[in-house]
Nanobody, 123 residues
Framework: QVQPEESGGGSVQAGGSLRLSCVASGLIYTIHCMGWFRQAPGKEREGVATVTTYGSKMYADSVKGRFTISQENANTVSLQMNGLKPEDSGMYYC??????????????????WGQGTQVTISS
């Protein structure tokens, strides 16, 4: 079992920045990929960015050039969010999975999820 835990959400105005952090505990040696996902009210959960243990990163088109995912160490990933827009608002979740290979920005295969942290961007 792996337990991700998010921190760092909050409220900022459009154009501002936030940094999210996720620390995973438990069987962290089984982690191959960690990612950030978000869900706005009434919408499906969508992928934001993923990073594998060997440093391969992928981003959703909507955040490319504005968000940066980083793997701080074996069990900690961060998401630096710049140039925030109101449409970036939502609950942000950190997730982990243990399968190998590429790690697309999709919820598929992610079996371990955090509780989420709220991000609110005002216009």
């Amino acid at each position: 079992q792996v337990q991700p835990e998010e921190s760092g959400g909050g409220s900022v105005q459009a154009g501002g920045s936030l940094r999210l952090s996720c620390v995973a505990s438990g069987l962290i040696y089984t982690i191959h990929c960690m990612g950030w996902f978000r869900q706005a009210p009434g919408k499906e959960r969508e992928g934001v960015a993923t990073v594998t243990t060997y440093g391969s990163k992928m981003y959703a088109d909507s955040v490319k050039g504005r968000f940066t995912i980083s793997q701080e160490n074996a069990n900690t990933v961060s998401l630096q969010m710049n140039g925030l827009k109101p449409e970036d608002s939502g609950m942000y979740y950190c997730a982990a999975k243990g399968s190998g290979g590429d790690c697309p920005v999709s919820t598929a295969g992610f079996g371990y999820w955090g509780q989420g942290t709220q991000v609110t961007i005002s216009s």
